[in-house]
């Protein structure tokens, strides 16, 4: 188990035999310990309050936590996508920081035990009686799945793809972390919703149920988020899945738009299909631009929708209403103008450079979004000083 738990540690222990991860694996949360070096967290002297910014269903609010302090037990947390942390903390710290600006579209999610208290000098968050705060999510490290496998194929090597074959069909255990174990990530977010103190109440029983029962991991109909949502609210979903679903058959459908162009201008397809240049060129751009104006579309009028209701249950301000609607109708002019221009600027170089072509159609609606959170996060901090 990769759980960590007071009694493994004290502040004057010296060097302990191993790490807290799985079989012994060395983790972050382990140099915060032995003082090898500290956490990327801090307390602030001011609280800072971030901007506030749609998820990626445009149904909930996500915020990035200002300070580690504001953290309560029963927080529904996310972060950048985790695929490979706690291999290097450079790495760790760079995805984190580029997750601010909209690089990120996949967040991996965990729902916090303790309320944080305070931060020790090592940059670990700590409760009011000093213990070192939890969250409990559907996790694994890449070091802790390569170890995992290590030792399951009991020293044979000519096991280790079946071994792997075996682990990876339920690669991540729903069990009780540090939260310093992000530590190298300067950027956590909180998804906002309402609650009492009954409600994280239920949310600590949900956790130690769902822990217990150690549900098989899936990364489509049981993978973190699913966990993390059914401790947090009762319900077992996973808005990103759909969505990431809709942008992989956005690609799929632009790429092939662009695969018929530089098909169309190969003089032998045309001569043996007889395609009329202009009309098939019109067709295949509008297909291309389509498919980048109307995730854009749709996730304008979900958000054009759903920012007035969270208004009203107290999860955003009219301040910050005002600021999301203005944001969101900045994102879709980006994207669909943007996205639709840097397609038809690809479509123009088939001709002669189709790799690049490729590339740069498939970053049609992607830079836009970027751009328009970076404009959004500058424009949050001039209107709110």
Same mark, same amino acid.
């Given at each position: 188990?990769?759980?960590?738990?007071?009694?493994?540690?004290?502040?004057?222990?010296?060097?302990?035999?191993?790490?807290?991860?799985?079989?012994?694996?060395?983790?972050?949360?382990?140099?915060?310990?032995?003082?090898?070096?500290?956490?990327?967290?801090? %307390?602030?002297?001011?609280?800072?309050?971030?901007?506030?910014?749609?998820?990626?269903?445009?149904?909930?609010?996500? !915020?990035?936590?200002?300070?580690? !302090?504001?953290?309560?037990?029963?927080?529904?947390?996310?972060?950048?996508?985790?695929?490979?942390? %706690?291999?290097?903390?450079?790495? $760790?710290?760079?995805?984190?920081?580029?997750?601010?600006?909209?690089?990120?579209?996949?967040?991996?999610?965990?729902?916090?035990?303790?309320?944080?208290?305070?931060? &020790? $000098?090592?940059?670990?968050?700590?409760?009011?009686?000093?213990?070192?705060?939890?969250?409990?999510?559907?996790?694994?490290?890449?070091?802790?799945?390569?170890?995992?496998?290590?030792?399951?194929?009991?020293?044979?090597?000519?096991?280790?793809?079946?071994?792997?074959?075996? *682990?990876?069909? $339920?690669? %991540?255990?729903?069990?009780?972390?540090?939260?310093?174990?992000?530590?190298?990530?300067?950027?956590?977010?909180?998804?906002?919703?309402?609650?009492?103190?009954?409600? !994280?109440?239920?949310?600590?029983?949900?956790? =130690?149920?769902?822990?217990?029962?150690?549900?098989?991991?899936?990364?489509?109909?049981?993978?973190?988020?699913?966990?993390?949502?059914?401790?947090c609210t009762g319900e077992?979903?996973?808005?990103?899945?759909?969505?990431?679903?809709?942008?992989?058959?956005?690609?799929?459908l632009r790429s092939l738009?662009?695969?018929?162009?530089?098909?169309?201008?190969?003089?032998?397809?045309?001569?043996?299909?007889?395609?009329?240049?202009?009309?098939?060129?019109?067709?295949?751009?509008?297909?291309?631009?389509?498919?980048?104006?109307?995730?854009?579309?749709?996730?304008?009028?979900? %958000?054009?929708?759903?920012?007035?209701?969270?208004?009203?249950?107290?999860?955003?301000?009219?301040? =910050?209403?005002?600021?999301?609607?203005?944001?969101?109708?900045?994102?879709?002019?980006?994207?669909?103008?943007?996205?639709?221009?840097? *397609?038809?600027?690809?479509?123009?170089?088939?001709?002669?450079?189709?790799?690049?072509?490729?590339?740069?159609?498939?970053?049609?609606?992607?830079?836009? &979004?970027?751009?328009?959170?970076?404009?959004?996060?500058?424009?949050?901090?001039?209107?709110?000083?």
């Amino acid at each position: 188990s990769g759980s960590v738990v007071d009694s493994t540690y004290s502040q004057d222990q010296g060097v302990m035999s191993g790490g807290s991860g799985a079989y012994g694996t060395w983790m972050p949360i382990d140099d915060f310990m032995h003082r090898r070096r500290r956490s990327s967290w801090h %307390a602030t002297a001011v609280p800072v309050r971030m901007p506030p910014r749609m998820y990626r269903d445009s149904k909930q609010i996500m !915020r990035e936590v200002g300070d580690m !302090r504001d953290l309560r037990r029963g927080d529904h947390c996310i972060v950048a996508v985790k695929t490979v942390r %706690a291999i290097s903390p450079s790495f $760790d710290w760079l995805t984190s920081w580029l997750s601010r600006y909209g690089f990120c579209v996949v967040y991996h999610h965990f729902a916090v035990l303790d309320d944080v208290d305070s931060i &020790d $000098d090592s940059g670990i968050p700590r409760t009011s009686s000093g213990k070192v705060v939890q969250v409990v999510e559907h996790t694994n490290t890449t070091r802790e799945s390569l170890k995992t496998i290590t030792v399951m194929t009991g020293g044979r090597w000519v096991r280790w793809p079946f071994c792997a074959i075996e *682990f990876i069909l $339920d690669k %991540a255990q729903c069990q009780p972390v540090a939260l310093a174990e992000y530590g190298d990530m300067p950027c956590i977010f909180t998804l906002e919703q309402p609650m009492t103190e009954g409600d !994280r109440d239920e949310v600590l029983v949900r956790a =130690e149920a769902m822990v217990r029962r150690n549900v098989t991991y899936n990364l489509f109909t049981n993978n973190c988020e699913h966990t993390v949502t059914a401790i947090c609210t009762g319900e077992a979903t996973s808005p990103q899945v759909p969505v990431i679903f809709l942008d992989l058959s956005m690609l799929a459908l632009r790429s092939l738009a662009l695969a018929v162009l530089v098909m169309h201008s190969w003089r032998p397809c045309r001569q043996s299909l007889r395609w009329r240049p202009g009309i098939w060129a019109a067709i295949l751009q509008l297909v291309g631009c389509a498919t980048v104006a109307f995730p854009a579309v749709q996730r304008y009028l979900l %958000a054009a929708c759903n920012i007035p209701v969270l208004q009203k249950v107290d999860v955003i301000t009219s301040f =910050e209403e005002r600021y999301l609607l203005i944001v969101e109708r900045i994102r879709v002019a980006a994207v669909v103008i943007g996205g639709s221009a840097t *397609f038809m600027l690809s479509a123009a170089w088939c001709r002669d450079r189709p790799a690049a072509a490729a590339v740069l159609s498939s970053c049609a609606s992607y830079a836009p &979004d970027i751009f328009a959170t970076s404009m959004s996060t500058g424009l949050w901090w001039a209107l709110w000083h």
